[in-house]
Structures are given as structure tokens and as C-alpha cells.
């Protein structure tokens, strides 16, 4: 069956625009996990949600991050105002259950210029 | 302390022989521990997971999990230059109430 789908799979944008970010989990997952992840870094948690709502946006870096996810399926990232420390690539994750195996999409690599 | 801990590494293994790769955990009521293999400039893909005490094996790969010492390993039987890949543990803290993940073991595996 089908993957996690993430788009755009590369963004280049100018500091101080906004961007979108956009994850298709698998059909069913209920469970969707945001993550950035840097160039040699390993993985920063962002948001993750269960159905519609985020339990825990705990690791949003600052108010210029939000997310949401609608119908329990598709789920934005929305960047305000970039800054080139947003530069990395950002993830998306989906499962049955928040702390059920969770599926890797392929990513979105954001460059601010 | 960090909610979850790996050796960076490198480990550097020769082809064909047993990788292991180990992790700690610091909340006690994690329920799920998972390992996922990222390959460079690609997403962590899910290799094993493991939910009770015990060791699981599938083909190549044993998932080895104490609960008591809050420790979980992988091993990686009759290595391949193909494995060579950066690891990465990933945690359920019940405390938490979210997936955590370690940074990462890079493994080497040299023919």
C-alpha cells in the first residue's frame, strides 16, 4: 500500500517568507509525528498528533511554528517569517497509535535563503 | 541525562560479523522501544520493534530488551557493507507520552 507522502520534497524560499509543508500519513494511522531534522543532527521533535488534536506541541522551536491536521488525515506544518536556522529537513511519521511503530515519510528539505 | 542514549560512534565491524548496537532509557514506564536504520540523505526506516523483555529476531536482526536495567540493544548477525547506516533507538516514554529518539549509533561496516 502506499507510504507517507510528504510534499514539496525540496523548498527553497527567502528569509522572512512563510512556507507550507504538507504529510499524507497512511490511510488509517491516526498517530502523525513532526520532526526536523538538521544536516548531522539527529531527530528534533516538533508536534505530533492523535486524530485532530496535538497532545504535545512541546518541541515547536517558537510561535512563528504551527501545524494542523484536518479529518484526522492530512496533516501542515506552517513556518512563519523564516529564519535560516529553519533550514533542515523536516519529517513527517504516521502510525496506529502514538506509541505503535511509526512510518517514516521522505521528507521535505527546506533552504532559507 | 537524556531521556534516551546511544554511542555516536562510529563502530566499525568487518563483513560478517556480529554489529551491536546498544541504547539506555531513563523513564521506567516506557511501554514500545523500536530501532530504525537512516541511510544518508534518506528517512529513518523502522527495522525492528520489541514491546516486552526478551530478545526478538527477525532474519538477520535480534531486538534485545531489559526492562530492569532500562536497556535495549540491536545485533546485527553476519554484517554487510549494505548496513552500514546510522541506527537511531526510539523510545515510547509512558512519562513523556511521546516517541523519543536517541541520536543515532553510525555503524561502519568495512569488506
Known amino acids: 500500500g502506499a507510504g507517507v507522502s510528504q510534499s514539496p520534497s525540496n523548498k527553497v524560499t527567502e528569509k522572512g517568507k512563510d512556507v507550507e509543508l504538507r504529510c499524507d500519513p497512511i490511510?488509517?494511522?491516526?498517530?502523525l509525528y513532526w520532526y526536523r531534522q538538521s544536516l548531522g543532527q539527529g531527530l528534533e521533535f516538533l508536534i505530533y498528533?492523535?486524530?485532530?488534536?496535538?497532545?504535545?506541541k512541546s518541541g515547536l522551536p517558537s510561535d512563528r511554528f504551527s501545524a494542523e491536521r484536518t479529518g484526522g488525515s492530512v496533516s501542515t506544518l506552517t513556518i512563519q517569517r523564516t529564519q535560516q536556522e529553519d533550514s533542515a529537513v523536516y519529517l513527517c511519521?504516521?502510525?496506529?497509535?502514538?506509541?505503535?511503530?511509526?512510518?517514516f515519510g521522505p521528507g521535505t528539505r527546506l533552504t532559507v535563503t | 541525562q537524556k531521556e534516551v542514549e546511544q554511542n555516536s560512534g562510529p563502530l566499525s565491524v568487518p563483513e560478517g560479523a556480529i554489529a551491536s548496537l546498544n541504547c539506555t532509557y531513563s523513564?521506567?514506564?516506557?511501554?514500545?522501544f523500536f530501532w530504525y536504520r537512516q541511510y544518508s540523505g534518506k528517512s529513518p526506516e523502522l527495522i525492528m520493534s520489541?514491546?516486552?523483555?526478551g530478545d526478538k529476531e527477525d532474519g538477520r536482526f535480534t531486538a534485545q530488551l531489559n526492562k530492569a536495567s532500562q536497556y535495549v540493544s540491536l545485533l546485527i548477525r553476519d554484517s554487510q557493507p549494505s548496513d552500514s547506516a546510522t541506527y537511531l533507538c526510539?523510545?515510547?516514554?509512558?512519562?513523556?507520552?511521546?516517541?523519543?529518539f536517541g541520536a543515532g549509533t553510525r555503524l561502519a561496516v568495512h569488506p
Open positions: 490511510s488509517g494511522h491516526t498517530a
Open positions: 520489541i514491546y516486552s523483555n
Open positions: 511519521a504516521s502510525g496506529t497509535s502514538p506509541s505503535y511503530e511509526q512510518y
Open positions: 523513564d521506567r514506564g516506557s511501554q514500545s
Open positions: 526510539a523510545v515510547f516514554s509512558g512519562g513523556y507520552n511521546k516517541l523519543i
Open positions: 498528533f492523535q486524530g485532530n488534536s496535538a497532545p504535545d
